[in-house]
């Protein structure tokens, strides 16, 4: 019994590792790899072993794409906060201000919304007599997101204590709220500096492609000799340092 509920898993996963969008991303690495390889060692053998960086580049997308996907979240769950707050204030109770809440968000974003298609399974949940405590608890769990977890947990505890939910709700979202915005305002005053980053650890690359172009004798010992290959390969990995180093000094979270 054990094997069959693996198999439609491991399914699942294989042909999640065929998709359209990991072949163009597969593509898109090894002709990156390739083309280093060459500019760096001159030789199309050089691109065959930094092959493997493709791997290293596949992942770095994903945690890219994620971030993407969490930065949407948190800009549509700031939306449901405001709606959910302004239902409550109005007497709806939180299940009703929950339906109410997702029609409105139905209008506002459009059929892709990830947070559109979670509240929507809450409220599936509730059709079916789960509680409003479990089902908001499971979405945030979902949607990885730390507002949505603190929204679920003070939820919870209005719920337990049969405190004034209304007031507990509005301070919730008005502090979650001003925490998402001050993010925003910080990483759209890091935009500049992310730039200026990517410009720099792509500046050896294009130095060299430059080089390469005009005046190819200029470079010539460093290629297809001991030495040569042993201070580009030094330099490609400094490179790869710079940018990772530069990367993770940009990152600020609140």
């Known amino acids: 019994m054990k094997k069959n509920l693996k198999k439609p898993d491991i ?41 493997p960086g493709i791997l290293l580049l596949s992942r770095r997308y994903r945690i890219w794409k994620e971030k993407q996907e969490l930065t949407k979240k948190r800009i549509e769950f700031k939306e449901l906060l405001y709606v959910l707050s302004g239902k ?24 892709k919304s990830l947070i559109l298609k979670e509240m929507q399974r809450v409220t599936a949940q509730l059709q079916v007599k789960i509680a409003m405590e479990q089902a908001v608890s499971e979405f945030a ?12 947990e003070v939820f919870s505890t209005a719920k337990r ?13 008005a502090v979650l709220t001003e925490k998402m915005e001050v993010e925003q305002e910080i990483q759209t005053m890091l935009s500049g500096k992310k730039l200026e980053q990517k410009i720099m650890c792509g500046m050896p690359v294009l ?13 010539e010992p460093l290629y ?16 790869v340092i710079a940018g990772w180093w530069g990367s993770k000094m940009i990152e600020i979270e609140v």
Request: proline share 0%.
């Open 11 to 51: 399914w699942n996963s294989i042909k999640s590792c065929f998709t359209i969008e990991c072949f163009f991303i597969s593509l898109a690495g090894a002709t990156g790899c390739m083309g280093i390889g060459y500019l760096f060692y001159d030789s199309w053998i050089g691109g065959v072993c930094l092959l």
């Open 88 to 111: 409550l204030k109005a007497g709806y109770s939180m299940e009703n201000a929950w339906m109410a809440a997702e029609q409105d968000l139905e209008i506002m974003f459009s059929a």
């Open 141 to 152: 769990q979902r949607s990885r997101l730390e507002e949505a977890q603190s929204f679920a």
């Open 161 to 173: 204590s049969g405190g004034n939910l209304v007031h507990m709700m509005d301070k919730t979202t």
């Open 207 to 219: 130095m060299l492609l430059y080089l390469k172009l005009t005046n190819a004798q200029y470079i």
């Open 224 to 239: 297809h000799n001991g030495l040569g290959i042993a201070i580009m390969t030094a330099c490609l990995i400094g490179t």
